[in-house]
């Protein structure tokens, strides 16, 4: 069976230092690579997602940006963190041509 | 891009009393999905339901496409159902599929 693992949990990291959170998939290859961010109010925005190695589509301009460098395995990085970035950030996966996504336990970042 | 509205924002139940939760879409319903937020935060499937209605348990959803909105029916509910319920419809394109979500219902049930 597939799973999604994310981390770490939780983070607390001061304003304009670097973030790394890693997701990893297992039990499937060539998925489709997706982050999710939770802000206050519920709502849930993508913010970046991947058909494969290297190929990463934004949907939202922002602080942050992603990588995929093996094929199940995606990264959300910041060069400099801001307050705004806050927030409950979940990794996806689904299947390459699929219409069900899978998501992971989330991380939770605080930025002060 | 499509806009997802779920109803009651909000709900205080009863344990063992039921509910509907519901989803209106603005566009063509294509790849539904509704999951539970636990209190931990992570997103659980509930179900995968385009059209027509499944059932699980207590749980059981229906979307009709054609008018575009879902269901999502909790009967006996207990409290380990408590968290937020989202839909989400997803789309596929440029080889990817991504959902757009409701804002959710928050379901509280007390003793």
């Known amino acids: 069976s597939q799973t999604i693992h994310q981390w770490p949990a939780t983070l607390v990291q001061p304003v304009g230092s670097p973030l790394s959170l890693e997701c990893t998939v297992e039990g499937t290859s060539n998925p489709n690579l997706y982050w999710y961010r939770q802000a206050a109010g519920r709502g849930l925005q993508l913010l970046f997602y991947?058909?494969?190695?290297?190929?990463i589509s934004s949907e939202v301009p922002q602080n942050l940006s992603a990588s995929r460098p093996q094929d199940r395995q995606f990264i959300l990085s910041s060069k400099k963190l801001l307050l705004s970035d806050s927030g409950f950030y979940l990794c996806a996966w689904s299947r390459q041509g699929g219409t069900e996504a899978f998501f992971g336990q989330g991380t939770r970042l605080t930025v002060v | 891009g499509i806009q997802v509205e779920q109803s009651p924002p909000d709900l205080i139940l009863q344990e063992g009393a039921n509910s509907t939760l519901r989803c209106n879409f603005s566009?063509?319903?294509?790849?539904l999905q509704w999951f539970h937020q636990n209190p931990w935060g992570q997103l659980i499937n509930l179900f995968y339901?385009?059209?027509g209605t499944k059932q699980n348990g207590r749980l059981s959803a229906t979307t009709v496409a054609t008018e575009r909105y879902s269901l999502l029916y909790i009967s006996s509910s207990q409290t380990t159902d408590s968290g937020v319920y989202f839909c989400g419809n997803g789309n596929s394109g440029a080889g990817s599929y991504q959902l757009t979500f409701g804002k959710g219902t928050k379901l509280s049930v007390i003793p």
């Open positions: 566009d063509s319903v294509n790849n």
């Open positions: 339901i385009p059209s």
């Open positions: 991947s058909v494969g190695i290297g190929q």
